[in-house]
Every structure is written in structure tokens, then in C-alpha cells.
């Protein structure tokens, strides 16, 4: 049985825009432009609609073309894209040792009191599963 292939992973500005239609649903070429404008007043239309066209090329975007603007969406849920991205990390940057990137991420002052809090409940909930 053929396996249908994975998309590519994204570069750093896709990933951007993937954000931002995971956070707004499909979407308009203006609606994604707007969005990002208030982080990025000097991001053009023009490089957010080549930007999703190219994304769309390759598999990261579906296009709806029913209407006269397209409505792009992610091809793919924001969980199963970050789970494979951190796959990725930990098999290239950890030799497999998903234990070494939590430490690694715990170390300094990249996590919050807060945020470790909230690890260390998660932790105590999920230790009689």
C-alpha cells in the first residue's frame, strides 16, 4: 500500500502564517495580511500571497477556489504538525531523548515560576495514568 507523503516541513515565515490560520480558521489572502500586519507593519500583500501560494504548492495549505478571493487552511492540525516538528528536533538535537529536551527547555530562565507550576501539575495528574 502506498504511503501518501508528508508535507515538507515549514520555514520559519510559514510556520508565521501557519499560526495564524490555525488561530483564524481558512481564511482570505486579506484576512492573513491584516492579521500579521500588527506584528509586521513592513509585510506586504504581495509576499503574504506569494507566501500561501507557495505553501499551497507544497502541500502545507489547501485552497479553496469556489469564490472569487481564495480561502486558504492548513493542510494540516496544529498539534500533528508541532508533534512532528518536535520529533524531528528530538531525534536530530537530543539522539532521541525526549527526557534531555524537557530538561534542556527547564534549564534557566526560558520557563516561567508560573509555567512550571502548571508543568508540575500536569506531572502529578498524569503519574496514575
Known sequence: MARTPRPPKPTPAEL????????????????????????????????VLRLLQV??????????????????AA???QGSLQTRLLDDLIHKA??????????AALRGDRVSDAEREEIQRFLEETRDD
Open 94 to 103: 537530543f539522539a532521541g531523548s525526549g527526557k534531555d529536551l524537557v530538561l
Open 16 to 47: 508565521d502564517l501557519l499560526r495564524v490560520l490555525w488561530h483564524l480558521g481558512p481564511s482570505t489572502v486579506k484576512q492573513v495580511h491584516e492579521a500579521r500586519q500588527r506584528e509586521r507593519p513592513d509585510l506586504t500583500y504581495a509576499t
Open 55 to 72: 505553501m499551497h504548492f507544497k502541500g502545507l495549505l489547501k485552497r479553496d477556489e469556489r469564490q472569487r478571493s481564495h480561502v486558504y
Open 75 to 77: 493542510a494540516q492540525a
